[in-house]
């Protein structure tokens, strides 16, 4: 690598090109014959991965000006230590030089012809060697300047700053947490999942990662969401490669694929718990923030199962009780202009909630509300529903808090939900716009 060595202070080269302007070739058309300008002017943030290999940037100098088909010359090399300081002084900066061991660069004088808008130069920075510096309060970059031009050059857009960072590729679930697929007992008997890991960076290596069960993340997910979901049995499904899931050059993602044998099932939440163990890249490191998927299986029966539940005021209880808008009986008399109002000038806070006590027992549910007609301030935001055989100790189901809707008079259909066996449902509204009550104008049920 050649590095000219500067001796003249940036404030003197600063007036040779004291003509320059902004980097807006509609500006300087009429003004300039001729204006050179780095395209990635000022500092340039640059992620390089650590992969073992190096990393290419591409410099770009634009001619513009009012004659595009002249001839012109200009030199883009690195500043020298008493170029960038004098830099450093005048704009308040703190960069300092990466070391020349860091990168390659070849000083160049770029000639353009009659035909050349844009020049080309290549950097390769170094990533193993940069990774080895050590932290600063200065920022290190590599400092570009242009200069020695017959031209102008544009003293705005006459140096470019490139800020490497280091980053360790990781390899991560795109989906994390818990995440419901819903199976019917309808259609065919092997149903075909798939999650995807992802390599967020353009991927050119042939590497395997390896996915196991942890079923100590279900444990925690039960107890902390005080729900009941059950492990996906062994017999159940199949992962492709028993886990190993294979990236090839040019994809950034690779699916584990779970197949699914829904014969094997009964109506209810099965959870499979998965964790990223490894990955066969010597550079690449497990993303500690999204190697964990709680991969939900909701085994239901198609909709045409279920049959609709006479509701009477008897099977219904409220809370808090009384009511002092409305009534049970105005919420299943199948009259869109009345309504039931839990209790908003109470003491009691949200959630309030309505339990429903069925006449036999169920696994599978659906049910369907409608919003006050004339005000929607109650409107359900956030629901929980709870199942009991005992109507004393219930256990939570479900939380619903999307697509549910908000206009005054609309109406929601849930899809087909299931849960351990229950006699007893509790529907808990949690969120809603006036933050101390509910309403509903028509409720409705249906169980398997």
Same mark, same amino acid.
């Given at each position: 690598?050649?590095?000219?060595?500067?001796?003249?202070?940036?404030?003197?080269?600063?007036?040779?090109?004291? /003509?320059? %302007?902004?980097?807006?070739?509609?500006?300087?058309?009429?003004?300039?014959?001729?204006?050179?300008?780095?395209?990635?002017?000022?500092?340039?943030?640059?992620?390089?991965?650590?992969?073992?290999? $190096?990393? &290419?940037?591409?410099?770009? @100098?634009?001619?513009?000006?009012?004659?595009?088909?002249?001839?012109?010359?200009?030199?883009?090399?690195?500043?020298?230590?008493?170029?960038?300081?004098?830099?450093?002084?005048?704009?308040?900066?703190?960069?300092?030089?990466?070391?020349?061991?860091?990168?390659?660069?070849?000083? &160049?004088?770029?000639?353009?012809?009659?035909?050349?808008?844009?020049?080309?130069?290549?950097?390769?920075?170094?990533?193993?060697?940069?990774?080895?510096?050590?932290?600063?309060?200065?920022?290190?970059?590599?400092?570009?300047?242009?200069?020695?031009?017959? &031209?102008?050059?544009?003293?705005?857009?006459?140096?470019?700053?490139?800020?490497?960072?280091?980053?360790?590729?990781?390899?991560?679930?795109?989906?994390?947490?818990?995440?419901?697929?819903?199976?019917?007992?309808?259609?065919?008997?092997?149903?075909?999942?798939?999650?995807?890991?992802?390599?967020?960076?353009?991927?050119?290596?042939?590497?395997?990662?390896?996915?196991?069960?942890?079923?100590?993340?279900?444990?925690?997910?039960?107890?902390?969401?005080? @729900?009941?979901?059950?492990?996906?049995?062994?017999?159940?499904?199949?992962?492709?490669?028993?886990?190993?899931?294979?990236?090839?050059?040019?994809?950034?993602?690779?699916?584990?694929?779970?197949?699914?044998?829904?014969?094997?099932?009964?109506?209810?939440?099965?959870?499979?718990?998965?964790?990223?163990?490894? %990955?066969?890249?010597?550079?690449?490191?497990?993303?500690?923030?999204?190697?964990? %998927?709680?991969?939900?299986?909701?085994?239901?029966? $198609?909709? /045409?199962?279920?049959?609709?539940?006479?509701?009477?005021?008897?099977?219904?209880?409220?809370?808090?009780?009384?009511?002092?808008?409305?009534?049970?009986?105005?919420?299943?008399?199948?009259?869109?202009?009345?309504?039931?109002?839990?209790?908003?000038?109470?003491?009691?806070?949200?959630?309030?909630?309505?339990?429903?006590?069925?006449?036999?027992?169920?696994?599978?549910?659906?049910?369907?509300?409608?919003?006050?007609?004339?005000?929607?301030?109650?409107?359900?935001?956030?629901?929980?529903?709870?199942?009991?055989?005992?109507? @004393?100790?219930?256990?939570?189901?479900?939380?619903?808090?999307?697509?549910?809707?908000?206009?005054?008079?609309?109406?929601?259909?849930?899809?087909?939900?299931?849960?351990?066996?229950?006699?007893?449902?509790?529907?808990?509204?949690?969120?809603?716009?006036?933050?101390?009550?509910?309403?509903?104008?028509?409720?409705?049920?249906?169980?398997?």
């Amino acid at each position: 690598m050649r590095k000219n060595k500067l001796f003249i202070g940036l404030a003197a080269m600063l007036l040779l090109t004291q /003509s320059g %302007c902004e980097d807006n070739k509609g500006e300087f058309l009429d003004d300039f014959s001729t204006i050179l300008y780095f395209k990635n002017s000022g500092e340039v943030p640059l992620t390089l991965y650590k992969t073992g290999e $190096n990393t &290419d940037y591409t410099i770009i @100098v634009n001619k513009a000006g009012s004659d595009l088909t002249a001839t012109t010359d200009v030199s883009v090399t690195v500043m020298d230590q008493s170029s960038l300081a004098v830099y450093n002084a005048e704009y308040g900066t703190m960069y300092k030089e990466i070391p020349a061991n860091c990168y390659t660069f070849q000083d &160049d004088k770029l000639q353009f012809a009659s035909t050349e808008t844009y020049k080309n130069l290549k950097v390769s920075l170094i990533t193993t060697e940069i990774d080895k510096l050590e932290a600063s309060e200065s920022t290190y970059v590599i400092p570009f300047e242009m200069r020695d031009s017959a &031209d102008s050059i544009n003293a705005k857009k006459r140096v470019l700053f490139i800020k490497p960072k280091v980053v360790v590729p990781k390899v991560y679930f795109d989906k994390t947490g818990y995440q419901v697929n819903t199976v019917s007992d309808e259609g065919a008997t092997q149903i075909s999942l798939a999650l995807p890991l992802v390599l967020p960076l353009e991927n050119k290596w042939n590497f395997n990662c390896t996915v196991g069960i942890n079923a100590a993340l279900l444990e925690a997910y039960n107890q902390q969401n005080e @729900v009941d979901y059950a492990l996906l049995p062994s017999n159940a499904y199949t992962m492709n490669q028993d886990g190993i899931v294979a990236f090839t050059p040019g994809n950034m993602a690779s699916n584990l694929a779970i197949n699914i044998t829904r014969s094997s099932l009964s109506y209810g939440n099965y959870v499979l718990p998965l964790q990223l163990n490894s %990955c066969s890249h010597s550079t690449f490191v497990i993303d500690a923030a999204k190697n964990t %998927c709680l991969f939900g299986v909701s085994y239901v029966p $198609n909709e /045409s199962k279920l049959s609709t539940v006479t509701l009477t005021e008897s099977m219904i209880g409220i809370f808090p009780n009384p009511t002092n808008e409305g009534s049970i009986a105005e919420m299943i008399d199948g009259k869109s202009d009345t309504y039931y109002h839990s209790n908003w000038s109470g003491t009691h806070p949200l959630p309030h909630y309505i339990d429903v006590k069925l006449s036999k027992e169920s696994t599978a549910f659906l049910f369907e509300y409608q919003i006050r007609h004339n005000n929607n301030n109650g409107a359900p935001q956030q629901i929980s529903i709870y199942g009991s055989m005992d109507g @004393v100790n219930f256990k939570k189901i479900t939380t619903l808090t999307e697509n549910l809707p908000a206009g005054k008079g609309e109406k929601y259909k849930s899809s087909v939900l299931v849960g351990k066996s229950f006699k007893h449902l509790r529907f808990s509204v949690e969120k809603t716009p006036n933050g101390n009550s509910f309403a509903f104008a028509e409720f409705k049920l249906s169980i398997n």
